[in-house]
């Protein structure tokens, strides 16, 4: 299950990450979030224990999403020793994020 993610827990579960992190950033009223929630839920059962897998609420975090420039929602950010090292914006099939995350493992 992805894990949530806060203002107050980015930098201990997504900068201090020993392992890849993706970060599903979404909010409640976005319909193209809600689409790809469920593939994002998919993707962290996947890669239990190889990466870490969360989701920002961009209404509830918004000085993540200001810091990082999210603009547009869904956003997924993937994440290597605290650096932005991959970016999709939009709904996202699952093969293309499965690949995108596999190859900063």
């Not at 949530?4 to 993706?22: A, C, G, R, W, Y």
Request: proline share 5%.
């Amino acid at each position: 299950m992805a894990l949530e993610i806060t203002d107050s827990s980015f930098q201990e579960t997504v900068l201090k990450s020993d392992k890849p992190v993706l970060v599903d950033f979404w909010a409640v009223w976005c319909g193209p979030c809600r689409t790809l929630g469920p593939i994002i839920e998919e993707v962290a059962t996947d890669f239990e224990g190889k990466a870490v897998v969360g989701k920002v609420d961009v209404d509830n975090n918004q000085d993540i999403s200001m810091q990082y420039g999210i603009r547009n929602i869904p956003t997924v950010l993937i994440f290597k020793n605290g650096e932005v090292v991959d970016k999709l914006v939009g709904v996202t099939p699952k093969h293309v994020i499965a690949e995108k995350l596999s190859a900063h493992l």
